[in-house]
């Protein structure tokens, strides 16, 4: 016998304050205001402090002045006496301070001494994290030179950089395409840059170029306000060197031909280069000495007075004394009233 067949029973219909059956439809919104996006922390400025970079700057120009110093006593010691070979070793001295001291290390590290001491270092703008490399390394280092040789260049360069927020870049900062950080900075904390391209190569060729050009004029314009005045102290340095030869020649020829009847007394006024010529005794001069030096470290004398001439080879290095047929190019002439 077949069972009867039964309609399904329908669902109750909900209550207007019945709780929501779980497993159906939305989840439930939670109370209170919509959760918005996380906060994330500030970034941290990357960027080094304009107190940082003079410190730093102010020890290594000490570091750098000891260097350059200790490539002054050898080029002393080198050049024997020569003022041009001492100056020819002092300036490339000075060089291979600047290229080994300041440009290689910042080249490939992005630091010196003074900013490894200070905790900063510098590096491309486009990653704040490259060194800058040999190529604006270069650059860099040529425009910071020439501002150092610019008067009052340096506080115009601390001024620009001064000025500059929040990069803090100064001159040769903006033309070699570099920044100074912190060390202690890494990309992983987060910085808005705001201008992280590289300057191109026309704009590197163009301000290097300026600056070289800038340099040669302020070279050019201290040359000839510094060499003229060297070579005025040269020159008498020297007068005073050949004077003191020719007193002590004076005194050698006294000792030696024993012409204390004529006592050579030195007149100091009339002291001078006189080249080829050969000056003779004129109406009233007492006596007359010409001295010329040779490479050897002698000296020939030649003596005019009213009785007689004669020509003495002193050797100053060895101490002898005797009789020579002299030249006298070049020689310093002394005249006694």
Sequence with gaps: MTAPITAPTPYAAPTPYAAPQVGYGYPP???GPWP????R?????????????????LLDGVLMSVLAIAAGFLGAALAGGNDDVAGTVMFFGWVAVVALYWYVPTARAGRTLGKAALGIRVVRADDLVTPPGYGYGAVRCLVQVCFEVVPLGSLINLLVAGTDSPERRAVHDRASGTRVVRSDWSPADGYPMLNRRPPSAATVVLISLACVVAAIMVV????????????????KAIDVQMRQDAEAAASTLVAAHGTLAFPIVIDEGTVGVVGDAR???RPGDAITITLARNGSGA?????????ARSSIYLDSAAGTIGTATCGYRGSITITKR
């Design 279 to 281: 000056l003779e005794p």
């Design 41 to 57: 922390p500030p970034a941290r400025d990357p960027f080094a402090s304009l107190g940082r970079r003079v410190v730093a700057y």
């Design 29 to 31: 919104t939670p109370a």
């Design 36 to 39: 918005g996006p996380p906060v």
């Design 299 to 307: 000296f020939c004398v030649r003596v005019d007075n009213e009785r």
């Design 220 to 235: 050019a314009i201290l040359a000839a306000i510094v060499v003229p005045v060297f070579l005025n102290q040269r020159d």
